[in-house]
């Protein structure tokens, strides 16, 4: 597609459910970066992947959040036990380089966002 | 882990005024980025920037990447209702590679027509 896409854009769950987000890179883009945006902050890194691997899951905040990018297009970012901390906006975001930033300006092109708000 | 520092947080201006917003970083920087979020979307970037002492223009909008590698700035000139958003800062990661960006805070803009 012309661009980033992400579903679904809002989403609320009770304290306790599993919620999963799709995102969809731009076509023919190989890495793909997935950031949690609190409520006034800057977005923070979650985890990165070239294709299909998961290159950097550092970002991931407890072994409740899960990344997966099987095919090297399509991610899902998975929240399993949702707690109130986890409301945030979770953007997507993908790049034609494969190198990173170490390869010059990284140019992200982010999606809109999923707004997942927890009960 | 590594910061950034962005002021001020928030400015209100009326339209056609200048506005100065700056970053500084606790670490080096090889490359600093500029986004502009508007409401309800993802950041987009507006200029890049790649080596110490670099001034780099895009229309309205001028960036510095300051000599000590660790602070950059963001001039907007005579801004219109549009410039209206959150400007944030970015640099490269250090821990873990560099693929990963680190964003400041932001500076919520408002213009007043």
């Known amino acids: 597609g012309a661009g980033v896409s992400q579903s679904p854009r809002y989403k609320v769950a009770k304290r306790g459910q599993d919620v999963a987000l799709r995102c969809d890179p731009i076509s023919g883009h190989v890495s793909l970066f997935w950031y949690q945006q609190a409520l006034g902050q800057g977005p923070e890194f979650l985890t990165y992947?070239?294709?299909?691997?998961?290159?950097?899951k550092s970002g991931l905040p407890s072994d409740r959040f899960f990344a997966e990018r099987p095919e090297g297009s399509v991610s899902t970012l998975k929240i399993q036990r949702t707690q109130q901390e986890d409301s945030a906006v979770y953007l997507c975001?993908?790049?034609?380089?494969?190198?990173?930033?170490?390869?010059?300006?990284?140019?992200?092109?982010f999606g809109a966002g999923s707004r997942l708000t927890v009960l | 882990g590594q910061q950034l520092n962005q002021s001020p947080q928030s400015m209100f201006i009326q339209e056609g005024e200048d506005v100065s917003m700056n970053c500084t970083s606790s670490s080096i920087f090889n490359t600093w980025l500029w986004y502009k979020q508007d409401p309800g979307e993802g950041p987009v970037l507006l200029i890049a920037l790649y080596k110490a002492g670099e001034l780099t223009s895009n229309g309205r909008l001028t960036a510095q990447f300051g000599i000590t590698r660790k602070d950059s700035f963001l001039n907007i000139s005579a801004s219109i209702p549009s410039d209206v958003g959150i400007y944030f800062c970015a640099g490269p990661g250090t821990q873990g590679g560099s693929e990963k960006l680190v964003f400041g805070k932001g500076m919520k803009l408002t213009v007043n027509p």
């Open positions: 992947f070239q294709n299909e691997a998961q290159l950097d």
């Open positions: 975001a993908s790049s034609s380089l494969s190198g990173g930033l170490r390869s010059g300006a990284n140019v992200l092109t």
